[in-house]
């Protein structure tokens, strides 16, 4: 990539006939329809599963590289940064779907699937799922190909949805996280942290206190670092300082904005602070970084 180079981005189609955001495809036709442009880092605005079914190799999201295995799925959320590793041959399916398929609204179990499935940006993006387990994934995988096909049939878009969350659902009571300790809805330490990851995610660039957190959830400072240790063993503050190098890496890379611009998009009233904060944790200057 060359200097201040941006990134790729790639959006759904807005102006479908039936007004569904929805795309499933094969590897590795995906591939072979699409040429090079996967094996370069790039960004969606929009939500992405990938279930290689068969295969090696690596797949880089984030800055990270991750082995692959067979029946291993990767969640992908809107501006993550991620490219495929040059090889071809990988088997599986590929389904993408925009923010109205995931809401934040309803149960608590929709935000576990959106804050833990997807955007859990302290754990690893992907879940490994056993063999035994994937005629189920299968079955609702054909569902979905099948509906695409009936774009006037009752409730369409409705059914597709559906058909998502079911397919979320399965794989967090079946699926086997790649590292981190495992969460579970009926625990209260793992809904709080979920909810504190929900929060996070929408609050990054401006609140960047554990107080300001507790504060938006109702909880003592305490009792928040220890529902965090909980389920991550890690602090609040390290996932606060984690979430937002992680986007002034995103934007350091994929887009031309200033140092200083970054800093005050991020919520850094001064940009020296931002510079002698992204030193601390990165090790590197931000231009450093870019270059």
């Known amino acids: 990539m060359k200097k201040n180079e941006v990134f790729t981005k790639y959006d759904l189609e807005k102006d479908a006939p039936d007004g569904i955001q929805f795309d499933i495809m094969e590897m590795p036709s995906f591939f072979i329809e699409n040429g090079d442009n996967p094996m370069y880092?790039?960004?969606?605005?929009?939500?992405?599963?990938?279930?290689?079914?068969?295969?090696?190799?690596?797949?880089?999201?984030?800055?990270?590289?991750?082995?692959?295995?067979d029946n291993t799925l990767f969640f992908l959320s809107p501006g993550q940064i991620h490219s495929f590793d040059g090889k071809?041959?990988?088997?599986?399916?590929i389904i993408h779907f925009n923010e109205s398929f995931l809401s934040d609204e309803g149960s608590s179990e929709n935000v576990f699937l959106k804050y833990n499935v997807f955007n859990a940006f302290d754990a690893v993006p992907y879940y490994n799922i056993a063999p035994a387990d994937t005629r189920r994934?299968?079955?609702?995988?054909?569902?979905?190909?099948?509906?695409?096909?009936?774009?006037n049939a009752f409730a369409h878009k409705d059914y597709l949805k559906y058909l998502v969350?079911?397919?979320?659902?399965?794989?967090?009571?079946?699926?086997?996280?790649?590292?981190?300790?495992?969460?579970?809805?009926?625990?209260?330490?793992?809904?709080?942290?979920?909810?504190?990851?929900?929060?996070?995610?929408?609050?990054?660039?401006?609140?960047?206190?554990?107080?300001?957190?507790?504060?938006?959830?109702n909880v003592s400072t305490k009792t928040l670092t220890n529902c965090v240790y909980e389920s991550s063993r890690s602090t609040p503050l390290k996932i606060i300082n984690d979430r937002i190098i992680l986007e002034a890496k995103r934007q350091l890379l994929h887009s031309s904005l200033k140092i200083k611009e970054i800093a005050f998009y991020l919520g850094f009233e001064d940009p020296s602070y931002f510079v002698k904060f992204f030193k601390r944790q990165t090790g590197y200057l931000p231009v450093e970084f870019r270059e």
């Open 165 to 217: 969350k079911m397919f979320l659902i399965y794989v967090q009571r079946t699926g086997q996280k790649g590292t981190g300790l495992p969460l579970c809805i009926n625990n209260s330490s793992n809904r709080t942290f979920v909810q504190f990851r929900q929060m996070l995610e929408h609050h990054y660039r401006h609140m960047h206190t554990v107080k300001e957190y507790a504060n938006r959830l």
């Open 137 to 151: 994934l299968n079955y609702i995988v054909e569902e979905m190909e099948i509906e695409t096909q009936h774009t």
């Open 41 to 69: 880092p790039h960004i969606h605005g929009f939500y992405q599963i990938i279930w290689f079914r068969k295969g090696t190799g690596a797949h880089y999201v984030d800055f990270k590289e991750y082995s692959i295995t």
């Open 88 to 93: 071809r041959d990988q088997e599986g399916i």
